[in-house]
């Protein structure tokens, strides 16, 4: 007889929710220097990087829960070609929108090192040291929103033969919720941490987008969950295993 698999069982909204971890992977969205850390597109442009840099603190231990499940870890990274050839035409909402926030400009990097704003291989671009990829971890490079606009992702998640996403990153509104819904067209199904996500957009509102993108998330394009209940359901998986 086959033994029955172990599933991570993880208190979300607007239901509990139980998922097979050999067929779940971990998405860190864009958690980069451009939008974390000081320096990055988001500070220069005055944007408030606060929320995000907790989303990074909360984020970390469940890196290193999933990661000694077993669970494979996959890093999306905005970025464009040093050209920005790839950023669209002139004419493009993508191009136009990102001009004011200085793509492809100079910067530079903490250490000294040239760096420029949105460009691939630069310090800009890279994950935040706090989350940075370890061996065995994947990393897909995109330039839009959504992580599966033309990029290998669904192709790797194929590969390894996920059906569930654990989804981490920022910003709720924009590059998460892009994602997830893009996800959820495949038959993906997300469970989005709440306290590992982040979004400047609105967070001074009484109700903020970060708030309104995890409802419309969790209504119908997936679930949501704190990073507290996915760690305990790690820990739990991790209990019953040990005991097989």
Not at 120 to 129: C, F, I, K, L, M
Not at 149 to 161: H, M, P, Y
Not at 192 to 205: H, K, M, N, Y
Request: aromatic letters at 6%; hydrophobic letters at 45%; proline letters at 6%.
């Amino acid at each position: 007889m086959t033994p029955q698999r172990s599933m991570l069982s993880i208190a979300a909204r607007p239901e509990p929710v139980s998922i097979d971890p050999q067929r779940t992977a971990l998405l860190v969205i864009d958690m980069q220097n451009d939008f974390a850390s000081t320096g990055g597109m988001f500070e220069r442009a005055g944007i408030e990087v606060s929320g995000i840099s907790a989303a990074v603190a909360a984020t970390a231990p469940v890196l290193r829960a999933g990661r000694a499940a077993g669970i494979p870890v996959v890093y999306l990274k905005m970025e464009h070609d040093p050209d920005l050839v790839d950023a669209g035409p002139h004419d493009a909402p993508h191009w136009i929108k990102h001009v004011p926030m200085g793509v492809g400009s100079s910067a530079v990097a903490p250490d000294g090192r040239p760096s420029r704003v949105l460009v691939r291989d630069t310090w800009n671009t890279d994950v935040v040291d706090e989350l940075a990829p370890e061996p065995g971890d994947h990393v897909v490079s995109k330039h839009r929103y959504s992580g599966f606009f033309e990029t290998e992702l669904d192709e790797l998640l194929q590969g390894l033969g996920v059906k569930h996403l654990l989804v981490t990153g920022c910003t709720t509104s924009i590059c998460v919720e892009s994602t997830v819904r893009d996800a959820m067209f495949r038959d993906y199904a997300c469970v989005v941490l709440r306290d590992c996500t982040a979004e400047p957009i609105g967070s001074g509102f009484a109700r903020t987008n970060h708030e309104a993108s995890l409802l419309v998330i969790e209504t119908l394009f997936g679930w949501t969950a704190n990073s507290d209940a996915v760690l305990a359901a790690l820990l739990a998986h991790a209990a019953s295993t040990s005991t097989v």
